[in-house]
């Protein structure tokens, strides 16, 4: 038995970790100076692909994902670890999409792959925190769906058993295949790269990315098909424009505002005994502590 | 709801929404989808609801998506809610973002405010009245973000747990109730999922009502230094908090942590150890009425919003806290 398993990836920049060096002199953040990585729990959800992989030799991993041109990289990145193929989701026309419109234009291109069992993808990315792409594709294709799962527990024809992590505990469900599965961090870890598919797949490029680099050993792109990345336009996937990005997408942003917190007037202390003696005292006397 | 009761979180949104209705001059509405609900009207009226609809049906216990879909998405063809409040809890957000795809409808989560105003469509002139504005932090919370859904209903929004604060409107406000046939709403094929095991267990965990949190952030720098937050906590009585690095490190366990995208607390007391600052985690905690960072970097920036900074490592500074405050409350 193999399954046919897409993996929704997305490349988002590293917000975790906004240092000083990504900070303006105004206080705000300097997006350009963030690097752009594959979301950390999409991570988690190709693991548990590669997991089924292990299990069901002959399963095929498709990333897909949508983006402008240089999010080819985490399709690499995604080879690198044990991914067959990659697809990348690209045209103007889905600039400005909300999470709506985003599960429509991947929901299309999942149409346009054809047959699949399973879709795996994070629970949510660390740039809007919203979870909303993965159940909302689940809508749009009429599959079930299964969020924040920590682990696979048995996958077999036409059906999957997986562990949720709840807030106060897990549960364990069995639901029918196709079925779209959203992965929370608290999954296993990705594996690293693998040195040998790092050799193979290090010029996957997608066609643009051919075109815009005018590499020269163009001839082994006929030669292997697989160093070849799909690249998907709205026309490509049969998309209808209106529902792409900002035409197709219900919420706007009024307004952003950066954020400012008032600044305390501070009392300063070393940390000698003597402070500290007096800070506790002076907490315990206002009925703060004790 | 879990087990008849209704949560927390939807107590605090009825207050909201209580609060929107009556600027809107519009009714509020509360939907229970459970096993048992017999107890529902009593929770919830004195919240200010005026309609109450119930489907009961055993098999909406526990919780799962299809069926609670179908509910939603037919009873808001039929009432056409202008607003839908969610908590963001993991029902919540499993269950908006489906409900928000089958209507077209737009979905903000994890709102940290609701506001009714106007907009003005620049490119068309066209205005807009009385729009939810959705105002939530995006980009890792370094931004705040006024999300606006002009033209499509009912605008759906999710907010966590503990950002609004619950406040019953009168102990005897009575709405009507109206009791649906859940055939009439779901299908044999919603119930696909099925549930074989489940362990809930009552969290040990209360940072939203402590009146004390000991917090540590990356900078405590392993799960065994964590031990020295326990200790002060313990001698304090105190719960014990974390940052969204340090839950992620590994140091804490998920439910401990307090940001935007954990837990808004307001406790009396707040002790930031190791933590740096990240707006995500300030806007979490800095409600608290006292603050007191301690960090070895004298720049962190959390000391700008506490009132006490000590400046030093977390190892020596927590012992003393704890010898000096044994020392002067014997």
């Known amino acids: ?290 | 709801m879990e087990e008849g009761r209704v949560a927390e979180v939807s107590q605090e949104l009825l207050t909201k929404g209580r609060s929107l209705a009556t600027q809107l001059g519009c009714r509020l509405e509360a939907i229970a989808a459970a096993a048992a609900t017999d107890s529902v009207a009593e929770q919830v009226f004195p919240y200010g609801v005026d309609r109450l609809h119930i489907f009961r049906d055993d098999r909406l216990s526990p919780y799962t998506t299809l069926p609670h879909t179908s509910i939603l998405v037919e009873l808001f063809k039929q009432e056409k809610p202008q607003i839908c409040l969610m908590g963001a809890t993991i029902i919540g957000r499993d269950l908006g973002p489906r409900v928000s795809s089958a209507l077209g409808s737009g979905l903000t989560a994890d709102c940290t405010s609701l506001e009714i105003g106007d907009h003005e469509e620049r490119k068309t002139g066209k205005v807009y009245k009385n729009l939810l504005y959705q105002i939530r932090p995006a980009f890792g919370g370094n931004i705040v973000a006024w999300i606006i859904n002009p033209d499509h209903r009912p605008q759906m929004a999710t907010v966590r747990e503990g950002v609004m604060k619950k406040e019953i409107l009168d102990p005897y406000y009575k709405g009507e109730v109206v009791e649906h046939q859940v055939n009439d709403f779901v299908k044999e094929e919603d119930f696909v999922v099925s549930i074989i095991d489940r362990h809930i267990e009552q969290s040990k965990v209360n940072i939203k009502n402590a009146p004390i949190i000991v917090s540590g952030g990356y900078g405590v720098g392993s799960k065994e230094n964590f031990d020295l937050l326990y200790q002060l906590a313990d001698v304090l009585d105190a719960e014990v908090g974390a940052s969204r690095a340090a839950v992620d490190a590994g140091f804490a366990e998920h439910e401990r942590q307090i940001g935007q995208t954990g837990v808004t607390v307001r406790p009396k007391l707040y002790i930031a150890c190791g933590i740096s600052g990240q707006i995500q985690h300030i806007a979490g905690m800095q409600e608290s009425a006292l603050i007191i960072s301690i960090n070895n970097d004298p720049s962190a920036p959390i000391n700008s919003i506490a009132d006490y900074v000590i400046t030093g490592d977390i190892e020596t500074v927590i012992p003393k806290m704890i010898k000096y405050y044994r020392r002067n409350t014997k």
């Not at chain 1, 398993?5 to 490349?11: D, E, F, N, R, T």
């Not at chain 1, 692909?49 to 030799?57: D, G, H, N, Q």
């Not at chain 1, 690293?192 to 051919?210: C, D, V």
Request: proline content about 5%.
């Open chain 1, 1 to 290: 038995m193999a399954f046919n398993i897409i993996v929704l990836a997305k490349q988002v920049p590293d917000t975790r970790n906004v240092g000083k060096d990504a900070m303006k002199a105004d206080g705000t953040v300097n997006r350009a100076a963030l690097p752009a990585i594959f979301n950390p729990e999409d991570l988690n959800a190709l693991e548990q692909a590669l997991l089924i992989k292990e299990s069901y030799p002959g399963t095929k991993i498709t990333l897909l994902t949508m983006g402008p041109g240089r999010a080819a990289d985490i399709l690499r990145e995604g080879l690198f670890r044990g991914a067959d193929d990659g697809v990348l989701l690209t045209d103007r026309a889905f600039a400005g999409a909300d999470t709506l419109a985003t599960s429509y234009a991947l929901s299309m291109a999942v149409h346009k792959m054809g047959s699949y069992d399973i879709i795996l993808s994070g629970r949510q990315a660390i740039d809007g925190d919203t979870a909303q792409v993965g159940p909302q594709v689940a809508e749009k294709l009429g599959i079930p769906q299964i969020t924040y799962a920590e682990a696979i527990e048995e996958v077999k024809a036409g059906q999957i058993r997986v562990k949720r992590r709840l807030e106060h505990g897990v549960e364990v469900v069995e639901c029918p295949l196709p079925a779209v599965i959203t992965v929370n961090g608290s999954a296993a870890p990705c594996r690293p790269r693998n040195a040998k598919l790092l050799q193979k797949y290090k010029h996957a490029k997608t066609i643009t990315e051919r075109q815009v680099e005018h590499i020269d050993y163009i001839d082994i792109y006929s030669s292997r098909p697989y160093l070849n990345l799909t690249e998907w336009s709205v026309a490509d996937v049969e998309a209808d424009p209106r529902q792409c990005g900002l035409s197709g997408s219900p919420t706007k942003v009024k307004k952003i505002e950066n954020v400012v917190f008032q600044a305390k007037e501070s009392r300063r202390l070393s940390g000698s005994d003597a402070e500290i003696d007096e800070l506790m005292r002076e907490l315990i006397a206002n009925h703060t502590i004790g």
